[in-house]
């Protein structure tokens, strides 16, 4: 399990994940993840696009961290999912709660 953190712009943080969103993926990275998040004082993008696998842990970690990020009047968007964590993000209309887009350039857009 990897996360990767940078800085897109100004306004906007990029948080790469790499590894399975399941109870023990979750476990190695959320407490950095949500501390990336909520202090950055930015708008969130995350990037799934090398998640192969997320569980429920994984959309509650997403959801409560979220719910963090507009609290502090900034928005986190989900973009690059694939297969199979497509399809579950699909399931549980994740998109109601947070955007979710194919690509880094579509988040962007939301945002402008």
Known sequence: MKLEISDIDAQNT????????????????????????????????????????????????????????????HRMIIFGAQGIVMETLDHVSLNDVIPVVATEAQALALLA
């Open 14 to 73: 990029r948080l790469s994940v790499q590894g399975r969103l399941d109870t023990p993926g979750v476990d190695v990275i959320e407490t950095r993840f949500v501390a990336s998040a909520t202090t950055a004082a930015k708008n969130i993008l995350v990037d799934l696009s090398a998640v192969p696998i997320l569980t429920s842990m994984g959309i509650r970690m997403l959801i409560s961290t979220a719910r963090a990020i507009h609290n502090k009047k």
